[in-house]
T-cell receptor
Framework: AQTVTQSQPEMSVQEAETVTLSCTYD???????LFWYKQPPSRQMILVIR??????QNATENRFSVNFQKAAKSFSLKISDSQLGDTAMYFC???????????FGTGTRLQVFP | KAGVTQTPRYLIKTRGQQVTLSCSPISGHRSVSWYQQTPGQGLQFLFEYFSETQRNKGNFPGRFSGRQFSNSRSEMNVSTLELGDSALYLC?????????????FGSGTRLTVV
């Protein structure tokens, strides 16, 4: 079975600091995609960053970057210079190549304090 | 450009009733998927439609059904509602057949079954 595990139910960070959210996954597939989604209180899931498994280079989007370790099946999200607007639930998700569904982790609730 | 629109935003139904939720994807997006989000089970894939055809279905009972119209708008229906169907139902759209580039989600419909 393909699963995604987020071992940190809650995390907090002070504004302007850096925080890392962990994610591991289990799959026998070789080609797949990994995502981090953010869900603020508005409920809308917002795509934060995307990683293609066949690319060794870690994806970066402004203050957000990932540490992708394919052999270890690990996909952590680093948020630099945290802002109050980063407060949200963060979900790690996985999809095998050319399938049509996301497999989500249970989420990490991130609170950014002033 | 308008995002993914889900209506209604909130819904309260009585056990045994049926309900229909609506989703209008981003203009030009032909793939629409539905997810159920609950505190206990997290985010679970319901089904996916592309060009009016259901391409994939999650592990949900037959009471859950959906359809997609020629304008890509989608509806999902739940018949004989149970208390456990209370959830946030999220719709997501993608321009392509596969979601490798990530979905765009709506803000969801919060269904409460009493």
């Amino acid at each position: 079975a393909q699963t995604v595990t987020q071992s940190q139910p809650e995390m907090s960070v002070q504004e302007a600091e850096t925080v890392t959210l962990s994610c591991t996954y289990d799959t026998s597939e070789n080609n797949y995609y990994l995502f981090w989604y953010k869900q603020p209180p508005s409920r809308q899931m917002i795509l934060v960053i995307r990683q293609e498994a066949y690319k060794q280079q870690n994806a970066t989007e402004n203050r957000f970057s990932v540490n992708f370790q394919k052999a270890a099946k690990s996909f952590s999200l680093k948020i630099s210079d945290s802002q109050l607007g980063d407060t949200a639930m963060y979900f790690c998700a996985f999809t095998p190549y050319n399938t049509d569904k996301l497999i989500f982790g249970t989420g990490t609730r991130l609170q950014v304090f002033p | 450009k308008a995002g993914v629109t889900q209506t209604p935003r909130y819904l309260i139904k009585t056990r045994g009733q049926q309900v229909t939720l609506s989703c209008s994807p981003i203009s030009g997006h032909r793939s629409v998927s539905w997810y159920q989000q609950t505190p206990g089970q997290g985010l679970q894939f319901l089904f996916e439609y592309f060009s009016e055809t259901q391409r994939n279905k999650g592990n949900f009972p037959g009471r859950f059904s959906g359809r997609q119209f020629s304008n890509s708008r989608s509806e999902m229906n739940v018949s004989t509602l149970e208390l456990g169907d209370s959830a946030l139902y999220l719709c997501a759209s993608s321009p392509q057949l596969s979601i490798n580039y990530g979905y765009t989600f709506g803000s969801g419909t919060r269904l409460t079954v009493v």
